[in-house]
């Protein structure tokens, strides 16, 4: 099959992140990946929920939003709570984030990573993980600069994708139109060793073989490299070195 934006089976959409988009967070990015756009943004807290206190260790979370209009049709705000995709996907961003980070080195705070999509194309939630990181970066740079901590508590780099097949075919990084016909459909969350974070997976119709999870994983890994390569160029074009 030929992808509607002409990539190879294993390419990625183009993608860019843009550093502290935005004024007053301690850190911000702006991911893209073709028409999928979001915007993340760490900000830091001197305290940490009621359950971790007095354990000398910090604490990292997340919040997922789609903006009324990042969608073909206006999708409705969450007056009422965050709804059961939304948290969902929200605590995956937290947990992948947290991966990253030596908690006690990160001393008695929180830092929460807000992504909020502007434009929805497929791939928004491992757009937020691989943009929420180099916010958090940038977050955490922040607390060295003013003398806050210690040690450097970032332990590894994170970065996530999407892959799956779609008319029987192996593809990387998908659309909103690939994903929504996909027979399998895998979100990949990965650290620059190689090591996984997490991974979640679907057949949408008839079960997968082994050999075929396999070839999705060193697809996603093809992917990961590059996006982790796009991060070190944004963070050290903002003088933070990895």
Known sequence: MERLDRRRPDELRPVSITTSPL???????????????VLCAASIEEQVPSWLRGQDQGWVTAEYNLLPRSTLTRTRRERNG???????IQRLVGRALRAAVDLQALGERTITIDCDVIQADGGTRTASITGGFVALCLALNHLQREGLMATWPLQRRIAAVSVGIVAGIPL???TYNED??????????????????????????????RRTLLEL???AGTG??????EQERALSAAGVML
């Open 217 to 219: 994983l060193d697809l």
């Open 82 to 88: 965050a709804g059961g995709r939304t948290l969902e």
């Open 180 to 209: 929504s016909g996909a027979e399998i459909d895998l979100n990949v969350v990965q650290t620059q060793a190689g090591e996984y974070v997490e991974i979640q997976g679907t057949a949408e119709g008839q079960p997968f073989a």
């Open 224 to 229: 990961i490299a590059l996006l982790l390569q």
């Open 172 to 174: 990387l990084d998908l």
């Open 23 to 37: 004024a007053y967070a301690e850190g911000s990015a702006l991911i893209r990946l073709g028409d999928t756009q």
